[in-house]
């Protein structure tokens, strides 16, 4: 039972008793007085309206706030999937990138060994050519030497051996077979 309901019977079955009479000295008369007057200020000033427009007003601004939230967190997903594939893509590219790098060190690496070679091939085959006319030399200065050798000795072997008119003879002829060979 309610508290209004309550005191009506009290003041009713006090009532009874003295029938007509409202007994003012009561003080369950002032007290329920007191609780119509508290429930008809409320009633009047609408509080009960006042109160459910706060309540409805914070629910409002709850429901906007998780909106709010709720929209964030979807940016922020979308953010991350972006720096995701980015990341993903730049991987790929960084992939990319090494791949090609050793593609072309491969290149330069077959290049430089070709180049290489080919320094090596034309070093060998002027060390070669340097070789051929080093001994081509040497014999040339061989062949000289023993020229040389041979014609000293010839001299001195003639000088005992050869008179001189033989030895005239020997030098006139020598001449004419240098003349012939020169010709």
Do not use: C
Not at 2 to 27: K, N, R, Y
Not at 129 to 148: C, F, G, L, N, Y
């Amino acid at each position: 039972m309610s508290l209004i309901s309550i005191i009506l019977l009290e003041t009713a079955e006090h009532g009874a008793a003295a029938p007509g009479v409202f007994d003012l000295s009561d003080p369950r008369l002032w007290v329920f007085f007191s609780l119509a007057a508290l429930v008809a200020v409320v009633v009047w000033k609408k509080v009960p309206a006042l109160a459910t427009k706060a309540l409805d007003e914070r629910a409002e601004l709850i429901r906007k706030e998780l909106d709010d939230a709720r929209r964030l967190r979807e940016e922020a997903q979308e953010l991350l999937a972006s720096y995701e594939r980015r990341q993903r893509e730049a991987e790929k590219e960084a992939e990319e990138i090494i791949a090609q790098a050793k593609k072309e060190a491969e290149l330069f690496a077959r290049d430089a060994r070709e180049n290489l070679q080919d320094v090596l091939t034309r070093r060998a085959e002027a060390a070669t050519r340097k070789i051929a006319q080093a001994e081509t030399r040497a014999a040339a200065d061989v062949r000289e030497h023993a020229a040389a050798l041979a014609s000293a000795t010839a001299e001195i072997a003639l000088a005992q051996s050869l008179t001189k008119t033989a030895q005239g003879k020997l030098v006139s002829d020598s001449i004419e077979e240098l003349g012939k060979s020169l010709q």
